[in-house]
């Protein structure tokens, strides 16, 4: 059982930036890929960012490429989303998310309770 901590959420204006973290506990870490998902109110959860347990390979949602950033310390058993030039539309609640299997499916086996973020315009 993997229990994920999210934290680094909050208000910012558009334009600015803020880094998510998400810290792991109880199961592998460096063997479960990373995601993070967000949902905005009255939306479906979509797909963000991730990355595979090696390391080797990073993903990314079209509307978040070139401003996101995930990055993972596996020392720390911890996964991050740097968000930069951020935009009203990005406001939402944001999850991280642990899979043995899945990278860019929304078919995680493992979540946290999100954080929220709010870009104001």
């Known amino acids: 059982q993997v229990h994920l901590v999210e934290s680094g959420g909050g208000l910012v204006q558009t334009g600015g930036s803020l880094t998510l973290s998400c810290a792991a506990s109880?199961?592998?870490?460096?063997?479960?890929?990373m995601g993070w998902f967000r949902q905005a109110p009255g939306k479906e959860r979509e797909f963000v960012a991730a990355?595979?347990?090696?390391?080797?390979?990073?993903y990314y949602a079209n509307s978040v490429k070139g401003r996101f950033t995930i990055s993972r310390d596996n020392a720390k058993n911890s996964v991050y989303l740097q968000m930069n030039s951020l935009k009203p539309e990005d406001t939402a609640v944001y999850y991280c998310?642990?899979?043995?299997?899945?990278?860019?499916?929304?078919?995680?086996?493992?979540w946290g309770q999100g954080t929220q973020v709010t870009v104001s315009s």
């Open positions: 998310a642990a899979s043995r299997w899945v990278v860019t499916g929304t078919q995680y086996e493992y």
């Open positions: 109880g199961g592998t870490f460096n063997r479960y890929n």
């Open positions: 990355m595979r347990w090696s390391i080797e390979n990073t």
